[in-house]
């Protein structure tokens, strides 16, 4: 008989042992890695029309949603954000002008590549979550979605951009 108690505690713990390698796997990278504790909630409810093999689509007049804190559920500690992390990196500068300062700096831009990573074993996304993806992308949240899984090998990480 299976204990579905034992199994959840096990699930939640593997859950967490691969969120900590995509982590130092990322920041091995040179990623800064943060956890991001905000969530999307849609306002109107939710309606999602997906057919297998084919893309997802969002009903527009139900996408009025906004961002909230993420609520923690059951007394966890742990944070239940939508994605897991966010990470950014720079990409480089990029000169605004050519005036020089009192101290002699150059006034320059600095452009950042921010992504949000999202950790899942398997690959795969509900049809809730993808609809949080396209809403990231549409209001320009995040430059791109991530989707970690767990590759054939042994130890390997899937890095997959959500379209």
């Known amino acids: 008989m299976i204990d ?5 505690k ?29 969530n999307v909630e849609f306002l109107d409810g939710l309606s ?11 009903n527009r ?3 009025k949603a906004r ?17 897991d992390f966010i990470a950014f990196r720079q990409e480089g500068e990029i000169n605004q002008c050519k005036l020089w300062l009192d101290d002699g700096l150059q006034n320059t831009k600095i452009v950042w590549n921010i992504v949000g990573v999202e950790c899942k074993s398997n690959g795969y996304l ?3 979550e993808k609809a949080k993806c396209v809403w990231y992308l549409k209001n320009n ?4 979605i991530l989707i970690a899984s767990k590759g054939k090998k042994r130890g390997k990480i899937i890095y997959k951009e959500f379209s």
């Open 10 to 38: 096990r699930n939640r713990q593997a859950g967490a042992r691969f969120e900590l390698k995509v982590r130092s796997d990322l920041e091995s990278k040179g990623w800064i890695v943060d956890r991001w504790t905000n």
């Open 4 to 8: 579905h108690k034992k199994q959840g």
């Open 61 to 63: 007049f139900h996408m």
């Open 48 to 58: 999602v029309s997906a057919e297998k093999g084919k893309e997802i689509e969002v």
């Open 141 to 144: 949240i995040f430059s791109k």
């Open 126 to 128: 509900d049809k809730t």
């Open 67 to 83: 961002l909230i804190k993420a609520k923690s559920f059951m007394g966890r500690s742990r944070t239940n954000g939508f994605p």
